[in-house]
């Protein structure tokens, strides 16, 4: 992980541990790291899988792509070089949220190995789950809700993830959602399955 630019600055702990913030929330925070190519479906799932999580009492929320780059991303362009930067600010993100007691559900193509790494990396360990949302291209294609494979295969969008630019696909992620045939709600349902199972929900133990 790289060092800030100046060495001038600390880390400064808060006055509340993070066993202690545990105990206080009833659950674990956590940052989901949901991982697929345009159209998969991973804004979708993940704000389901929000919604389940807040019925039932768990604080939790979702960090979305195209959200993010209308704020804080703005900036950025969908150059190797950007896409690298975007998801180095959201994986910041996503760490301050897990760090509060958080269930941060991440949802962004980040179609890199070695940025989803550094993303895992400022987590504490076993707190970030790579979530897998696994569709197939020709599937996603045909949705194009926003109609950007067809200005991919148009020339109008020059890197264009899985047309244009490359997917590097997860290699061993904690959740591998498999989409095909499937509805949203088995998909979100698997999710909240994994995270109970696992400890990080109100009244689930590890």
């Known amino acids: ?8 600055i600390t880390w400064h702990d808060g006055h509340v541990t993070a066993e202690q ?9 956590a940052v989901l790291w949901f991982t697929g190519l345009s159209g998969s479906g991973k ?3 993940a704000r389901r899988v929000e919604q389940l999580l807040l ?9 979305d792509g195209d959200n993010l780059r209308m704020g804080l991303n703005q900036d950025l362009g969908f150059s190797a070089d950007d896409r690298t930067e975007n998801i180095r600010r959201v994986g910041c993100v996503a ?6 007691g958080v269930v941060c559900l991440s949802a962004f193509i980040s179609p890199y190995r070695a940025d989803r790494q550094a993303a895992r990396e400022r987590v504490p360990q076993g707190q970030f789950l790579e979530v897998f949302i696994d569709t197939p291209l020709e599937v996603c294609e045909a949705r194009d809700p926003k109609g950007l494979y067809k200005k991919a295969r148009a020339g109008e969008i020059p890197t264009f993830t899985g047309i244009s630019a490359p997917y590097e696909s997860p290699e061993s992620p904690e959740i591998h959602v498999k989409t095909a045939d499937r ?7 698997e999710v909240v399955d994994y995270l109970e199972s696992h400890g990080f929900l ?3 133990s590890p």
């Open 1 to 8: 992980m790289a060092k800030p630019v100046s060495d001038n």
């Open 21 to 29: 913030r545990q105990a206080i929330l009833g659950q674990r925070g």
């Open 43 to 45: 804004s979708t799932v």
């Open 55 to 63: 019925l039932a009492g768990n604080q939790t929320y979702v960090l």
């Open 95 to 100: 760490q301050l949220f897990a760090d509060a």
């Open 183 to 189: 509805s949203v709600e088995s998909c979100a349902q």
């Open 202 to 204: 109100s009244g689930t």
